[in-house]
């Protein structure tokens, strides 16, 4: 059983703000979705995982980069070529 | 409490750039240091929308190399993972590493313990992950409080090492990183002489109490400071009656103490899962085809049979890869000359002038030339220092190129005969009665404060031993 | 262009160049797939102005082949929905009755080719994405087997299961277009090389198909269900034989799905922050409040709700009950399919369990939106390619054909589709 705690906990995880009344509604729904997942965990975990696709490399090769101004360019007031980020201390 | 009651327990994650030409996941370059910000990223290491990695052969071969070289298993498969945390250094809010199916389990590295035992320390596995790009300004009341980044760094190939927490200490700490610098330097997969090509996060603990974890130190000494100043921390600590909380901290580098980090920053759960972009993979049968290059210990042991030198010369000369080279570049000029001369003067001389040895190397054969004269005894030994001295400074760029036979013509740093010196040594002798008379009266060394005066007077040109003679000599011994 | 069913949300054009098999074709692209210099924003507030410096390679190939590209179709949020309902920018309309959903998430590009207005168009196919709104549209749309279309480019919702696709008013076209985007890529890890040469030919007789009994169950709809019946009795006189199969494991395929799926796009999703594209974040606010902040304002309510599903099935004690499980619930489902199709050439079945609903039906219960998707959800957890193929209306609307093939046998998927196509 999901309790809103654990909805609020789960939303701070993700960086994610969320309303009361969206606190309310998605506690209710996952219990409902995650009841639906139930049936899963019936199931024995037997064998490994087989893979279709092993091994996937490429060498190690300089490819050209984008220009500054691509980087930049979806950024926020990039400064001297730097990226604008929120602060950290 | 006696001090000796404590047992301090220390375990290292050494994280290393693997000095491939491209990134791990993208074919940017990885030699991004010289250059301005934000121009060595594409859409996958800039963590666009809809970009996918694609590994980078390399990388992985050259962790095997490691992992061959640090005695590892390497299990079937390896799987790349998620790690999911927030950061504005990190473009895809994960870093891709490996989790519960690393590269390479166990393995261990040899090195000696603090009364110079040798002492076997576990590693518990190796494994690949990209780095995060670097935050560059952290923000100031003026300019305000974000945060400016630099994605260059973003995806750039780091392997990383975790040993058991079998070091006792600081020192143990230090040797341990040492070795494993100069491992994967005579590898070919890393070069410490680059800035921030190696980071190391420590866990800590005093037997019987709680373990701490200090994050990002970011150079050898920097090591030794922080694990000094945490087991005084802790001790005193304990030693007040107070318990050591389970943390993680910050090393301040420039006060080389350590802080606290606030507990929001590390109670994160990172919700490792597969990386679904990225394919599994089965390298173990790579070993058998890779071929290891002599390692530092075999070079060590090598270097006392064929040279003949001491087990300290040995260990310092290969404890770094071009060392080593240098070595045996000089070595035929006379192999104990050869040790002594670089392992005590040079090192230090270079260390002194915070000289990267890289600066001489193509200079080797004037060096040759110097120890030259010193073994024809054409100059003295302590003329060879100061001879030393000024051509690395010319080297160095403070003064003009010099050689060092320019450098002793010019100065008169010929060594002359101990005869042309007798006027000046029956000088001292006069004015210094008291030295004469500790001599007889039995005293040792007195005789070594007149030879000392002597070898002032001429410039180091006279030879110690000879003026040594020539003292007892006039004193009719 | 007159889009009068809200099909776009951005119609830029970029003619095309040279004489490749798309010349003097105008296409349209979903909006999850990267465009250079166009705005690209997967229907979502949170990359509103975001301008990718790089296509696709899919987009890459369409201009390569002449193409010219017709604008960006709405979709469902990140591709997070079954009827472009989730769509930040308004529903897309169904062009066979406005007041009902196009399906989706790739909606807009269904109702583009739908209602007129191009022949061809790109979507993706997470969970049912391009065969849904095919289906409730009355057009073509192929899920290509996993790997066999780059998805570099492809802004990810679930790495694992996602395929670019084509949608297309028939069959041939829908060849045509699959032949341009489909080979190797060296950027995605994932791809394999198999090119198609688009050299459809109808060609059904003598095949074996299979009917899973479970297409057939509960809460598939009388006269949808009667339809593709009657569809399957077409392929036998075409000169198919029919045959009853079973896919035990189909009762784990929705929560194998949902958890994974919103497992991966938790992490995919969570490099929305601001700082490299999207709405600023508040700079001068320490970084988890400013980007928890932009993502309260950015992402939609299903959005958030798989976000956090997600987060919370990935989480610390969860993750062996969720995610391993669900691996393995995979692996059991492939293999289902996989024996199913070492007898048969295909499987058939109904594309969706119902006609499309109307516009708000679905959208107040997740679990009920998520329901929807049973039929499509298999595929593309066995990574299998299918078609959906319009085979007649019930309740006055569009029904699709789905036909499941073999792993990269696309060519004898098409060729069996054809057949059907041009029989009825
Ligand atoms: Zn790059």
């Known amino acids: 059983m999901v309790k809103e705690s654990d909805v609020l906990h789960i939303a701070e995880l993700a960086d994610i703000g969320i309303s009361s009344s969206e606190l309310g509604k998605f506690t209710e729904q996952f219990n409902a979705i995650l009841e639906y997942f139930d049936i899963l965990d019936t199931l024995e975990v037997t064998g490994p995982l087989e893979r279709p696709l092993v091994n996937i490399f490429r060498e190690d090769e300089v490819t050209p980069c984008i220009s500054q101004e691509d980087a930049l360019r979806n950024s926020h007031n990039p400064e001297d070529g730097y990226i604008r980020a929120p602060k950290v201390v | 409490m006696a001090d000796e009651e404590y047992i301090v327990v220390i375990g290292l994650e050494v994280h290393c750039q693997l000095d491939t030409s491209s990134k791990l996941f993208c074919g940017c370059s990885a030699d991004f240091r010289a250059d301005a910000p934000n121009t060595h990223v594409c859409p996958v290491c800039l963590g666009l929308p809809g970009a996918l990695p694609v590994l980078n052969k390399k990388a992985i071969e050259y962790a095997l190399k490691v992992a061959k070289a640090l005695n590892c298993k390497i299990p079937q498969e390896a799987e790349f993972c998620r790690k999911n945390y927030f950061y504005p250094d990190l473009v895809k809010a994960y870093q891709i590493t490996m989790g519960d199916n690393p590269l390479a389990l166990g393995g261990y590295i040899e090195i000696e313990d ?87 996060d420590a866990n800590i603990s005093i037997k019987g109490h709680e373990r701490v974890e200090i994050k990002n130190i970011s150079s050898y000494k920097g090591v030794e400071k922080a694990l000094t100043f945490e087991i005084t921390r802790q001790k005193n600590l304990i030693r007040r009656g107070g318990s050591i909380a389970r943390e993680t901290r910050h090393f301040q580098e420039g006060k080389g103490t350590t802080t606290s980090a606030r507990s929001k920053e590390t109670a994160t759960d990172y919700r490792y899962f597969p990386e679904p972009d990225l394919p599994v993979i089965r390298v173990s049968d790579w070993m058998d085809n890779i071929v290891l290059p002599e390692l530092p210990d075999a070079r060590r042991d090598r270097f006392m049979n064929q040279y003949g030198i001491a087990v300290n010369h040995a260990r310092t000369l290969t404890g770094d890869l071009h060392l080593a080279e240098f070595y045996e ?71 003009s190129p010099e050689t060092p036979g320019q450098i002793v013509a010019r100065l008169g740093l010929t060594r002359e005969s101990g005869e042309s010196f007798r006027g000046i040594v029956e000088k001292i002798l006069t004015n210094n009665p008291q030295a004469i008379a500790d001599h007889k009266a039995g005293k040792k060394g007195a005789l070594n404060f007149i030879v000392g005066q002597v070898m002032k007077e001429t410039k180091g040109k006279s030879d110690p031993r000879e003026i040594h003679a020539m003292i007892s000599e006039i004193l009719g011994e | 262009m007159n889009d009068k069913y809200n099909a776009y949300l951005n119609t830029t054009e970029i003619p095309g160049t040279g004489s490749g098999i798309l010349a003097g074709i105008r296409v349209s692209i979903k909006d999850n797939i990267s465009t250079k210099d166009i705005e690209t924003t997967c229907a979502s507030k949170i990359l509103k102005g975001y301008i990718p410096p790089y296509d696709a390679h899919a987009v890459t190939l369409l201009k390569n082949a002449g193409a010219s590209i017709a604008g960006k179709t709405n979709m469902d949020e990140f591709g997070m929905g079954s009827t472009t309902e989730n769509s930040a920018f308004g529903p897309a309309l169904n062009p066979h009755d406005t007041t009902r959903v196009t399906g989706g998430s790739s909606g807009g590009s269904a109702a583009a080719v739908a209602g007129g207005l191009v022949s061809m168009a790109l979507g993706s196919d997470t969970g049912g994405s391009i065969r849904c709104p095919a289906a409730w549209c009355g057009i073509v749309g192929l899920k290509p087997s996993y790997g066999r279309v780059s998805r570099f ?55 074996t198909i299979g009917i899973p009994r479970e297409y057939f169950g509960e809460g598939v709809d009388r006269d949808v269900a009667a339809k593709v019946r009657e569809a399957i009795t077409k392929l036998e006189e075409l000169g198919a034989a029919a045959v009853e199969v079973s896919l035990p494991s189909m009762k784990y395929a929705l929560p194998a799905y949902y958890v994974t799926c919103t497992c991966e796009a938790s992490s995919n999703l969570d490099r929305f922050d601001g700082v490299r594209y999207g709405p600023e974040p508040e700079m001068n606010l320490p970084w988890h409040d400013a980007y928890t902040k932009v993502r309260e304002a950015g992402f939609g309510q299903e959005v958030k709700r798989r976000i956090l599903l997600g987060t919370f099935a990935l989480s610390a004690g969860y993750y062996g009950k969720y995610y391993v499980k669900a691996q393995h619930a995979r692996q059991l489902i492939a293999k289902d399919f996989a024996s199913a199709l070492k007898t048969c050439d295909f499987l058939a079945g109904p594309t969706m369990p119902n006609v499309a609903p109307k516009i708000g039906e679905l959208t107040s219960d997740p679990l009920l939106m998520y329901q929807a998707d049973i039929l499509t959800v298999p595929v593309n957890i066995a990574g299998i390619p299918a078609i959906s193929v319009p085979c007649g209306t019930a309740h006055g609307m569009p029904v699709g054909l789905q036909l499941m093939g073999r792993m990269f046998g696309e060519e004898s998927l098409l060729n069996a589709a054809l057949a059907f196509e041009e029989a009825v």
């Open chain 2, 114 to 200: 603090d009364a110079g035992n040798p002492k076997v320390v576990n590693l518990t596995r190796i494994h690949v992950e990209e780095d995060p790009g670097r935050l560059i300004h952290m923000g100031n009341k003026e300019r305000g409080h974000y945060t400016l980044v630099d994605y260059n760094r973003s995806g750039i190939p780091l392997i990383e090492m975790v040993t058991e927490p079998e070091l006792c200490s600081p020192k143990e700490a230090r040797r341990l990183l040492n070795k494993l610098r100069a491992t994967l330097e005579y590898l070919d997969v890393f070069d410490p002489d680059k800035e921030g090509s190696i980071r190391v």
């Open chain 2, 329 to 399: 570049l000089i070595a035929p000029v006379g192999s104990q000359i050869a040790a002594s001369w670089i392992a005590d003067i040079l090192i230090g001389e270079l260390n002194y002038r915070d000289m990267p040895l890289s600066k001489i190397i193509s200079h080797a054969g004037q060096f040759k030339d110097l120890l030259v004269l010193v073994r024809d005894q054409q100059i003295t030994d302590k003329a060879g220092i100061d001879v030393l001295r000024v051509w690395l400074d010319s080297l160095s760029g403070t003064g």
């Open chain 3, 153 to 207: 480019g492809l802004i990810a919702y679930a790495n694992s299961f996602e395929q670019i696709g084509p949608l297309a008013a028939n069959v041939r076209d829908v060849a045509k277009l699959f032949s341009v985007i489909a080979g190797h890529d060296k950027k995605d890890s994932t791809s394999v090389s198999k090119p198609y040469d688009g050299k459809v030919i109808p060609d059904i007789r003598g095949k």
